[in-house]
């Protein structure tokens, strides 16, 4: 098979055009995409003058239009077709699934066949391996195109890692049937594709255990390194030393047992460069090697991870029990590791009766460092006192608001509050629930108690009605609300020069804001509102619309009027601000230093407040501040 007189076969080495057929499509599909992306920005952002057309002009582009929305309408069922065979969730793509496992291993299977061979050869057509690679490639070929459809980036699915492995695969296959030689070299690539063998076997449903999911899931990345760096080995010693005739196998055989330190000395590299890449595999290969046998004796441990204790002596934490699934953890992250939020140090312990699904393990992995999940009700005793409950800042209960039955949810978290208050009667509890009738039972829980524990409760239905109701005599004021509440970043590099001066820059900068409270500096007391309110926002940049108190019969107030209401010690401002580290402002506001600073310039002084100077200048910023009233008051 290896025979040079083939008919229209080149005797001469040529494996140069394997490695150009293999970069070529790769950079001038990147290039074409992002040219396609620079033309598409030219012509959003060239605006074109109306010019007045005549009746045929109209003709035309009335035509044209009819011509876009025809290729519109045939490109849309394309997609909804590769849509239909990509996913696994539907018939077609589970179908699909197994027969792209299946030419994957055929095609590794394949490409260890022919390595016995020279690693560059003259080949026929007709011979049994070049026709299987040939089928196999087609279908590689024919799924790419599918994918690049259905993906909704271009440019990130053309540099993944799979579209890199159908690169360095495809094409040299396609190059053999044209020049009648083939080249070994990149084919090996092909075993990365057993990376996601295991995400591939669940999707099809051959496994439905989650540790024989993990299980395989190790396994193939094992493998797929192994079978790689065999490749690798195999690629560098047949091109270093033209006489070296080590094939697949050996080299599969020589890299175990020098990963596993074994070591058997029957095989070893003989240039340079193949010590070289020894070298590197070795000290890849022994941490992938170390990692492996740990990861599978941790998953048949007799003591499931989610039934131990958890160590409260590293950092604060709450613990949110209740309707615990994938959406509302992660929902409830989104806004607990937001970086605004300045609390970075309080882990979210989340105590749940049943094991974590899949999905819910992965975003449990994702953010391990600030969340925690264990397995218990929070009826019982004992599983409360696992997570620290006693030493916990809070206790959150979330409520399932798609409940068929809210009545029966509302009840059962109610029972989780009455258990709670029993285990510790000073921890504070946040709970949610969907009618507002069922409020009254929770005032009824011994040591429910607002003001002394900060206890509260959200009832969703309520909110709802209240906001709808609200936003019938204000249109607008539901939105306004919902970005109060909800986390946002706002970042103006996002927006090009002739935007900032559009509504969406606005909008975007007025929903980045959100509802804080802070405290306030020393040097408001005794002062009104209005006052307050006007220094907050011309010195501060930050908009003061309320206040909290500590006495009972006031509580909480909005806009208050300078003769009901003026500042004392202990009162807490409400404020909408970008981020909590502007509110810290109000409370390092200092008269005497702080006149002429800026808002970023504001940091905690260490002036003596009771001298002359310091009265003088408050005074005269009062008076500054009130200047305006006056002069309205002569003019009138």
């Given at each position: 098979m290896g025979n040079h007189n083939t008919p229209s076969c080149r005797p001469d080495r040529v494996w140069i055009i394997f490695i150009i057929s293999s970069v070529a499509p790769?950079?001038?599909?990147?290039?074409?995409?992002?040219s396609w992306r620079m033309t598409v920005h030219l012509i959003r952002y060239c605006k074109m003058r109306k010019r007045r057309r005549d009746q045929d002009s109209e003709e035309i582009y009335f035509g044209c239009i009819r011509c876009i929305r025809r290729v519109y309408n045939i490109q849309r069922r394309v997609v909804q077709f590769a849509e239909d065979i990509s996913y696994p969730k539907t018939k077609k793509g589970r179908a699909m699934t197994w027969v792209q496992l299946l030419m994957n291993l055929?095609?590794?299977?394949?490409?260890?066949?022919?390595t016995p061979e020279d690693i560059e050869r003259c080949v026929q057509l007709k011979e049994v391996t070049i026709i299987v690679d040939l089928i196999c490639n087609i279908f590689f070929l024919w799924r790419f195109?599918?994918?690049?459809?259905?993906?909704?980036?271009?440019?990130?699915?053309?540099?993944?890692?799979?579209?890199?492995?159908?690169?360095?695969?495809?094409?040299?296959?396609?190059?053999?049937?044209?020049?009648?030689?083939?080249?070994?070299?990149?084919?090996?690539?092909?075993?990365?594709?057993l990376l996601s063998f295991g995400d591939d076997i669940a999707a099809v449903k051959l496994i439905s255990s989650h540790k024989m999911l993990t299980l395989s899931r190790t396994l193939c990345q094992f493998v797929s390194f192994w079978l790689t760096a065999a490749g690798l080995y195999f690629l560098v010693a047949r091109m270093s030393d033209s006489g070296n005739k080590i094939h697949f196998f050996e080299c599969m055989y020589f890299l175990l047992v020098t990963i596993s330190t074994i070591g058997y000395g029957d095989l070893k590299p003989e240039t340079t460069t193949t010590r070289l890449v020894v070298i590197v595999l070795i000290a890849v290969g022994l941490a992938v090697f170390a990692s492996f046998g740990p990861a599978v004796i941790e998953m048949f441990k007799k003591s499931p991870p989610y039934t131990l204790d958890y160590d409260d002596s590293k950092s604060s934490h709450v613990v949110v029990c209740g309707y615990i699934n994938t959406s509302t953890v992660s929902n409830f992250m989104r806004d607990f590791l937001h970086p605004e939020n300045e609390d970075h140090e309080t882990t979210a312990v989340f105590l749940n009766t049943i094991p974590p699904p899949e999905d819910l393990q992965n975003l449990m992995h994702r953010n391990f460092y600030r969340c925690q999940y264990y397995q218990g009700s929070?009826?019982?005793?004992?599983?409360?006192?696992?997570?620290?409950?006693?030493?916990?800042?809070?206790?959150?209960?979330?409520?399932?608001k798609h409940s068929a039955e809210p009545d029966a949810e509302d009840a059962a978290n109610?029972?989780?509050?009455?258990?709670?208050?029993?285990?510790?009667?000073?921890v504070r509890v946040i709970i949610q629930?969907?009618?507002?009738?069922?409020?009254?039972?929770?005032?009824?829980?011994?040591?429910?108690?607002?003001?002394?524990?900060?206890?509260?409760?959200i009832c969703i239905n309520e909110l709802k009605l209240g906001l709808l109701g609200k936003s019938c005599l204000c249109p607008g004021f539901s939105t306004m609300i919902a970005n109060l509440i909800m986390m946002s970043s706002f970042h103006p590099s996002n927006y090009s020069k002739d935007v900032r001066s559009n509504w969406e820059y606005e909008y975007g900068y007025g929903a980045s804001n959100e509802l804080y409270t802070g405290s306030l500096s020393s040097d408001f007391l005794d002062m009104t509102f209005p006052e307050v309110a006007e220094i907050c926002l011309i010195k501060l940049h930050i908009l003061l619309i309320g206040v909290e108190t500590d006495s009972s019969s006031t509580g909480i107030l909005f806009n208050p009027s300078p003769h009901v209401f003026r500042f004392k010690q202990g009162t807490q401002g409400i404020f909408i601000a970008q981020n909590p580290t502007v509110v810290k402002s109000a409370a390092l506001f200092c008269f005497k230093c702080h006149e002429y600073a800026i808002q970023s310039e504001i940091?905690?002084?260490?002036?003596?407040?009771?001298?002359?100077?310091?009265?003088?200048?408050?005074?005269?910023?009062?008076a500054n501040t009130n200047a305006p009233k006056e002069k309205k008051e002569k003019a009138e």
């Amino acid at each position: 098979m290896g025979n040079h007189n083939t008919p229209s076969c080149r005797p001469d080495r040529v494996w140069i055009i394997f490695i150009i057929s293999s970069v070529a499509p790769f950079v001038g599909g990147l290039v074409a995409i992002m040219s396609w992306r620079m033309t598409v920005h030219l012509i959003r952002y060239c605006k074109m003058r109306k010019r007045r057309r005549d009746q045929d002009s109209e003709e035309i582009y009335f035509g044209c239009i009819r011509c876009i929305r025809r290729v519109y309408n045939i490109q849309r069922r394309v997609v909804q077709f590769a849509e239909d065979i990509s996913y696994p969730k539907t018939k077609k793509g589970r179908a699909m699934t197994w027969v792209q496992l299946l030419m994957n291993l055929i095609a590794i299977g394949s490409f260890a066949a022919q390595t016995p061979e020279d690693i560059e050869r003259c080949v026929q057509l007709k011979e049994v391996t070049i026709i299987v690679d040939l089928i196999c490639n087609i279908f590689f070929l024919w799924r790419f195109v599918v994918m690049y459809i259905v993906s909704k980036d271009k440019l990130c699915f053309w540099v993944e890692i799979g579209s890199l492995i159908d690169f360095c695969t495809i094409p040299p296959a396609l190059v053999t049937v044209g020049i009648r030689k083939t080249w070994l070299g990149l084919r090996f690539v092909r075993c990365l594709k057993l990376l996601s063998f295991g995400d591939d076997i669940a999707a099809v449903k051959l496994i439905s255990s989650h540790k024989m999911l993990t299980l395989s899931r190790t396994l193939c990345q094992f493998v797929s390194f192994w079978l790689t760096a065999a490749g690798l080995y195999f690629l560098v010693a047949r091109m270093s030393d033209s006489g070296n005739k080590i094939h697949f196998f050996e080299c599969m055989y020589f890299l175990l047992v020098t990963i596993s330190t074994i070591g058997y000395g029957d095989l070893k590299p003989e240039t340079t460069t193949t010590r070289l890449v020894v070298i590197v595999l070795i000290a890849v290969g022994l941490a992938v090697f170390a990692s492996f046998g740990p990861a599978v004796i941790e998953m048949f441990k007799k003591s499931p991870p989610y039934t131990l204790d958890y160590d409260d002596s590293k950092s604060s934490h709450v613990v949110v029990c209740g309707y615990i699934n994938t959406s509302t953890v992660s929902n409830f992250m989104r806004d607990f590791l937001h970086p605004e939020n300045e609390d970075h140090e309080t882990t979210a312990v989340f105590l749940n009766t049943i094991p974590p699904p899949e999905d819910l393990q992965n975003l449990m992995h994702r953010n391990f460092y600030r969340c925690q999940y264990y397995q218990g009700s929070p009826l019982r005793a004992g599983d409360l006192a696992r997570v620290k409950l006693s030493t916990a800042k809070a206790c959150l209960v979330i409520a399932n608001k798609h409940s068929a039955e809210p009545d029966a949810e509302d009840a059962a978290n109610i029972l989780r509050v009455i258990s709670i208050k029993n285990y510790k009667s000073d921890v504070r509890v946040i709970i949610q629930i969907l009618n507002y009738h069922n409020e009254e039972h929770l005032f009824n829980v011994p040591d429910w108690n607002h003001q002394l524990y900060g206890d509260e409760v959200i009832c969703i239905n309520e909110l709802k009605l209240g906001l709808l109701g609200k936003s019938c005599l204000c249109p607008g004021f539901s939105t306004m609300i919902a970005n109060l509440i909800m986390m946002s970043s706002f970042h103006p590099s996002n927006y090009s020069k002739d935007v900032r001066s559009n509504w969406e820059y606005e909008y975007g900068y007025g929903a980045s804001n959100e509802l804080y409270t802070g405290s306030l500096s020393s040097d408001f007391l005794d002062m009104t509102f209005p006052e307050v309110a006007e220094i907050c926002l011309i010195k501060l940049h930050i908009l003061l619309i309320g206040v909290e108190t500590d006495s009972s019969s006031t509580g909480i107030l909005f806009n208050p009027s300078p003769h009901v209401f003026r500042f004392k010690q202990g009162t807490q401002g409400i404020f909408i601000a970008q981020n909590p580290t502007v509110v810290k402002s109000a409370a390092l506001f200092c008269f005497k230093c702080h006149e002429y600073a800026i808002q970023s310039e504001i940091v905690k002084c260490t002036c003596d407040k009771s001298d002359s100077g310091y009265t003088n200048n408050r005074t005269n910023s009062n008076a500054n501040t009130n200047a305006p009233k006056e002069k309205k008051e002569k003019a009138e």
